[in-house]
């Protein structure tokens, strides 16, 4: 068969750099279907790791080991770490352990870890044991420590040297070790019983004198994080100190291990990620996952929600006679609290980002909560004169407008205090705001918008 050309021929211009086009990936899928092995690796081969990840995303579950198979040993390691989890876990299974293992060699520590970290630990423990002794150590170690922690997140591959070599002799190990990272910008200087002294950029090891000790170009303010350290404060501290990269060291300070800025940004995009959901009571779902799962996942908040609703309509039915008596009041009372809702929600979104971002202390706590209070009070206002005012020319009923405007003031007031406080004190209880502030706030602006708008015009109208 001819060749069916590369990722290049398929792009729709000269030098575009989105090479997956939908062309491309049915070549791909019709060449795996065939069995046409040679023409799929012509095709895929000089794929970058994150395209070729994002291929293996596109491709239908059969034909996704089938491609792995195809690439053989020309796999880059490498293409893992940007997969998804549920694909990621779905290849692994499917792989053989002796590849497996090589390519667990290949990889960096911390990328090795995110390869095996959920899988059994009969299972890590046979691949591991294909791999050689030091790069085994090194996964073994960081895999020991518990998820979504600085040990966990780190790599354990860095330079260390003691602080009584010369520049010089420094150098010279660098160039004739083999064991050495691939890149990096740090030297970390230790004493014979591995504690961190401190760091030497390697800027200045290469502007310093052969003769000089590494001593005395040893920079010993260094940031460090506990290997214990949750990767939120991880990922919170390299923002706020504008860190390229960080020590990592046990509970005796012995150096462990190294956090660089690329493993920060995942951090980040991952719980930024895992907020967007838990604010929309959804689970940290990908969007490779089937239908069966994510549907199972929305139930149970989608259920929370309809007892909820349940609990807005019966404080309506408290009121069925006052509405049978004024229709305007079935057609109005939806805009209260739909207005109240949105505003809780804002309120609350900006809560529990603050809270995540520690930008909520004991210190300015109340003077956030204040500031919220007054920024409902006069969207309130606001539109609660708006409101009045398009009634009155909509129904012709001045009553109703004073109502419904008293409704709106109240229930945005009680919008923006339920919208800081819910998530401030779920937070104090130790319980993810990010995940129940959601049903609460809009219980209370539904209730209280339905109850303080049709109460109002039952007194009224009584």
Excluded at 449 to 456: D, H, R, T
């Amino acid at each position: 068969m001819e060749s069916q050309g590369t990722a290049e021929d398929f792009a729709d211009a000269p030098g575009q750099d989105d090479l997956l086009t939908p062309a491309f990936v049915d070549a791909v899928a019709d060449a795996l279907e065939r069995e046409e092995i040679d023409a799929a690796r012509t095709l895929t081969l000089e794929l970058r790791a994150a395209d070729l990840a994002d291929l293996i995303e596109f491709l239908r579950p059969e034909l996704r080991i089938a491609l792995i198979k195809a690439l053989g040993s020309d796999l880059p390691a490498e293409m893992f770490s940007e997969l998804q989890e549920p694909i990621r876990d779905e290849l692994v299974k499917e792989m053989p352990v002796d590849q497996l293992a090589e390519v667990v060699g290949e990889l960096d520590s911390d990328d090795a870890v995110y390869l095996l970290e959920d899988l059994e630990e009969s299972e890590q423990i046979e691949i591991l044991s294909k791999v050689n002794r030091i790069d085994r150590a090194r996964v073994r170690r960081s895999l020991d420590y518990p998820e979504d922690t600085a040990g966990r997140l780190m790599q354990a591959d860095f330079v260390a040297v003691p602080p009584f070599w010369s520049v010089g002799q420094t150098i010279d190990y660098m160039r004739e070790a083999h064991e050495l990272p691939d890149s990096f910008s740090e030297l970390y200087v230790i004493d014979p019983a591995f504690h961190l002294m401190g760091t030497v950029p390697l800027s200045f090891l290469l502007r310093s004198r052969r003769p000089k000790l590494i001593s005395e170009i040893t920079n010993t303010d260094v940031h460090t994080f506990s290997a214990l350290q949750d990767q939120e404060e991880v990922a919170r501290d390299f923002e706020r100190y504008n860190l390229l990269s960080a020590p990592v060291v046990d509970e005796d300070r012995r150096l462990v291990g190294v956090i660089t800025a690329d493993d920060v940004v995942e951090v980040i995009q991952e719980e930024a990620g895992e907020d967007i959901f838990r604010l929309a009571g959804v689970a940290d779902e990908a969007i490779t996952e089937n239908f069966v799962q994510i549907a199972g996942s929305r139930f149970t908040w989608l259920f929370v929600n309809l007892l909820t609703a349940i609990l807005a309509s019966i404080v309506i039915g408290l009121f069925d006679a006052t509405i049978e008596q004024r229709v305007a009041l079935a057609i109005l009372m939806p805009i209260v609290a739909s207005m109240g809702g949105n505003a809780g929600t804002q309120t609350m979104t900006v809560a529990v980002r603050a809270l995540a971002m520690k930008d909520i202390t004991a210190v300015n706590t109340m003077r956030v909560v204040g500031r919220e209070l007054l920024v409902g009070l006069i969207n309130g206002l606001l539109f609660a004169v708006l409101l009045a005012g398009a009634v009155l020319i909509w129904f012709g009923s001045g009553e109703i407008g004073v109502i419904i405007a008293v409704a709106m003031i109240v229930n945005m007031f009680v919008a923006a205090l339920s919208g800081i406080l819910v998530p401030i004190v779920l937070d104090k209880l130790g319980i993810d705001p990010a995940v129940a502030s959601s049903v609460f706030v809009t219980t209370v602006t539904d209730v209280v918008g339905f109850f303080a708008f049709l109460g109002l015009a039952a007194l009224w109208f009584s």
